[in-house]
Structure formats: C-alpha cells, structure tokens
C-alpha cells in the first residue's frame, strides 16, 4: 500500500462551523505533513509531524489545528475559518523527517469557506 | 531565501511535440530538486528527482539534468501525449530539511 488517504474529498463549511480533515497513510512513515494550496497557486508548508510529535509549524494561524493521534493519522481541525481559507489541503508523509525525495502527497481536500 | 523559477503558462503542444519547461533555482546550499505533475482534480505526484549536481532525473518518458552552474533543472520529453495535460511543479529542498520550496506550476495543455 503505497497511498496517503485523505477524507473528505470535498467540504462546504461555514466561518462558524468545526470540521476536521483526516489523513491516513500504512508504509510504515514516521513523518506526516500538511499542505495548502490556493488555487493557481503551488502548495505552501503548514505543519510537519515527525514521530508524532510537531516539529514545525509555519506560523499557521491557531483556527487550524493539527493533531497526530498515531504513526498512522494525521488530522486537521478547522475552526472560526475566513473565506480566505478556501484552498485545497494536501497531506503528505515520509519515511521521517528530511527524505523529501520519498514524499508521497494525498489527493487532497478541497474547502470551501462560505 | 531558496527560491524557485518557473516559465509561466500555459503551454500549449499537439500531441508528438517536443516538451521543455523551464526552471531554475535560488540556495545557498546543495538543494535536491524535484518535478512533481498535478492532474485535475488530483494532490501531486514525484515525476522525477535528482540530489546532486550533474544527476540526470527521468521518468515516463521525462528528464531533468541538475545544472549547478546554471542553476536550472529543466524539464524535457521528446514527444508529448494528450494524457500528458496537468500542471507540472518544479521544487526543491536543502539536504535533511523538512519544506519543499516550489515554482508557481506550468500547466501543460496537449490537444490531438
């Protein structure tokens, strides 16, 4: 299983609303990652796991929340989000940290703040 | 800051044509570089990578050479399908970092 599983697909939410993106991946990959990707645009860091534990965090504003329950998920809480957020997100994982070169990205969500 | 170039699109071939997309690279260190392709709809796929310089990265019928004195790392195939249509992404990271810097995407249009 060489897939990084990302649900839902699609997701309407409203400024007032609280949502969660889910990820999932089975290699066995110790590093999980998080992506933003406006349209048009290429895809911008937000978070990255290693083992767990958060090892960085691009200055994300505290209405995303990540949260790694297991070597094996990835979540995403969304909370109190603006428009502006409408984006699709991307996660990712790795064998750990800094081995970009076997990043495998899921298909993303795509969100739409209303 | 590390940096990524791309040539704007679209680019716009008939089927058969032969494909360069250009990009190069800002760092102050020795970067691994990346190609990844974005299909419709889809997250984004490694098409092709090289980690040192003179490396030459291939892939379906892709290639890309890591040119340190030029800084570039073009993308080429000598003959292009229409199932070839997606937005391709140059990208690159410092050895042992966590971030992927990338170019702002070429989409490549490819009609019959």
């Known amino acids: 299983d060489t897939e990084v599983t990302q649900t839902p697909k699609h997701l309407v939410m409203g400024m007032t609303n609280k949502k969660s993106l889910k990820c999932e991946q089975h290699?066995?990959?110790?590093?999980m990652y998080w992506y933003k990707q406006k349209a048009k645009k290429p895809p911008e860091l937000m978070f990255v796991y290693s083992y767990e534990k958060l090892s960085i965090n691009e200055s994300v504003p505290s209405r995303f929340s990540p949260e790694c329950p297991n070597s094996s998920l990835l979540n995403l809480h969304l909370h109190a989000l603006q428009p502006e957020d409408s984006a699709l997100y991307l996660c990712a994982s790795s064998p750990r940290a800094g081995t970009n070169e076997k990043l495998f990205f899921g298909s993303g969500t795509q969100l739409s703040v209303l | 800051g590390d940096s990524v170039t791309q040539m704007e699109g679209p680019v716009t071939l008939s089927e058969e044509a032969f494909l360069t997309i250009n990009c190069t690279y800002t760092?102050?260190?020795?970067?691994?570089l990346f190609w990844y392709v974005q299909y419709p709809g889809e997250g984004l796929q490694l098409l092709l990578k090289a980690t040192k310089a003179d490396d030459k990265g291939s892939n379906k019928g892709f290639e890309a050479t890591y040119r340190k004195e030029t800084t570039s790392f073009h993308l080429e195939k000598g003959s292009v399908q229409v199932s070839d249509s997606a937005v391709y992404f140059c990208?690159?990271?410092?050895?042992?970092?966590?971030?992927?810097?990338f170019g702002t995407g070429t989409r490549l249009q490819v009609f019959p």
């Open positions: 290699m066995g990959h110790r590093a």
């Open positions: 760092a102050t260190g020795y970067p691994s």
């Open positions: 990208a690159l990271s410092d050895l042992g970092a966590d971030k992927l810097i």
